[in-house]
């Protein structure tokens, strides 16, 4: 961290003595003003909630600039990297810093290609589960139990441990993603296939059966590719602060992982891309797009308790920059398949185009997510509703990944122990049950 020759002072009106913070500046985004000593000094906490002011950390991974749509993992646009790069290089990238050479792709696609099947015992712990379970559920299950098939990468603190628990990780999400489908549609396992990529593996293992090969389809393989790559890593979101926070413990990263696949579950969040498109999936059949003005005064409306799913960010103030990429894949995957009429992209885009004139909207800096597209490409290329989520988690993975082991590694961590503005009662005395009334 550089720090600024500019310092800030706190002064209170109450005449208690001031105190000068200093301030550091990062290579772009807006400096942090370092409060630690604050209560050590003054006595006093900062309030925060949903840490609206807070940086947690500092990070070289993923920077967002929300007024530009900017959006760079490692230092480049996503839209380069959607475009010139796979998955694998992008998780190549977010975990080492670099793109990879020829050479060291070759060699990591290798290293996660040969770390895909799981435990075959992890298939039995799987039946524990009702069928009807929702795959988050399962999953959130599944990759906590890791840690109990994987004894020798359970140190966080282990160099050795960490690097192959990520690999298995980014391995056998996309296994264990399409375990938990099969299972809920009552299919066999498809066992991973070696000579395929991340994404053409992961397809087939949802799609082919032991009577009936998956025939790839480049168009859908490369915009599943796409999707994991433009969901890899998003700063310090809920899900990735859950992640940090957890390992803070020092507990092992299947764990932390797990605590950050649970956080994502929720519809302000990775379950989204869910919500987004059962709303859509709801308004088609309440009349499509006539009916979109009478749904957008519902959202207006701050009783309905109605929001506009895949819409609002907390940092974008502008279009989601992954939400355009997105968008541009909806088209190709829709083209490929024959669905250029598909009422329910047609319905986003009259609500996208009739939300982003609408004052409402405007004033607030409401964009699409990228979530609102996600749904409608996921959709078409046959992925259940219900497993849209799951495929966000396998996608993050990596990010939730490089995010722990850059917070292991650097020397200022500790254990994550915010505080509280405590408005509860005071100290007073129980009294015996007979009394209290
Ligand atoms: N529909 C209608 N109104 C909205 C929406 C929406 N989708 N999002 C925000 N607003 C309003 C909100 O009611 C508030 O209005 P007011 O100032 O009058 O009280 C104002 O816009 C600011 O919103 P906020 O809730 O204070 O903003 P936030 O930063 O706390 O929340 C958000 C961000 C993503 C949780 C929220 O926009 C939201 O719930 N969106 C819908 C869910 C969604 O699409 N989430 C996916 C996020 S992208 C994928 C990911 O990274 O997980």
């Not at 290609?113 to 075959?120: F, L, R, S």
């Not at 160099?159 to 489908?181: C, D, F, G, N, Q």
């Not at 990228?370 to 219900?386: L, W």
């Amino acid at each position: 961290m550089t720090p600024s020759d500019v310092k800030a002072t706190l002064s209170f009106s109450d005449g208690s003595p001031s105190m000068e913070l200093p301030i550091y500046k990062g290579t772009i985004g807006p400096d942090v003003i370092d409060i630690r000593k604050l209560y050590g000094q003054v006595g006093k906490f900062t309030y925060d909630p949903g840490f609206l002011s807070t940086a947690s950390c500092n990070s070289t991974i993923t920077y967002i600039d929300g007024d530009k749509g900017e959006l760079l993992y490692r230092g480049y646009p996503i839209e380069q990297l959607a475009t010139q790069c796979d998955f694998l290089e992008t998780c190549y990238l977010l975990l080492n810093g670099e793109l990879p050479t020829g050479d060291q792709k070759s060699e990591f696609s290798h290293l996660v290609t040969h770390h895909t099947m799981v435990n075959e015992q992890m298939q039995f712990f799987l039946r524990g589960f009702r069928r009807d379970a929702h795959p988050m559920a399962i999953l959130t299950g599944l990759v906590g139990a890791l840690s109990a098939f994987y004894h020798d990468s359970t140190d966080i603190h282990n160099p050795e441990h960490r690097a192959i628990s990520a690999i298995r990780l980014i391995a056998k999400m996309p296994t264990l993603v399409s375990m938990a489908y099969k299972y809920t549609v009552g299919q066999p396992y498809i066992y991973p296939k070696n000579d395929l990529s991340y994404a053409g593996n992961f397809m087939r293992m949802m799609f082919a059966t032991p009577c009936e090969e998956y025939a790839p389809n480049e168009v859908l393989v490369r915009a599943m590719d796409r999707i994991f790559i433009l969901h890899a890593d998003h700063e310090q979101n809920a899900s990735t602060s859950t992640v940090r926070l957890c390992g803070s413990s020092g507990t092992n990263p299947f764990a932390a992982i797990a605590a950050g696949v649970a956080c994502l579950w929720g519809p302000a969040h990775g379950g989204a891309n869910e919500a987004a498109l059962n709303m859509l999936e709801d308004m088609q059949k309440a009349g499509g797009v006539e009916k979109i003005g009478e749904f957008v005064k519902q959202v207006k409306d701050k009783n309905s308790g109605i929001k506009l799913m895949g819409f609002g960010h907390r940092v974008y103030k502008n279009y989601d920059p992954r939400a355009k990429l997105m968008r541009e894949t909806c088209h190709e995957v829709l083209d490929a398949l024959g669905l250029h009429d598909d009422p329910i992209f047609k319905l986003a885009m009259a609500l996208e185009k009739i939300a982003l004139e609408d004052e409402y909207f405007v004033a607030r800096k409401l964009y699409p997510n990228v979530d609102f597209y996600s749904g409608i490409v996921q959709r078409a290329i046959g992925i259940p509703v219900t497993l849209f989520t799951a495929i966000f988690a396998l996608a993050r993975t990596v990010g939730w990944i490089a995010q722990l082991n850059e917070m292991i590694g650097d020397p200022e961590y500790k254990i994550g122990r915010p505080r509280q503005l405590f408005t509860g009662s005071t100290q007073r005395q129980v009294v015996s049950i007979d009394k209290r009334g």
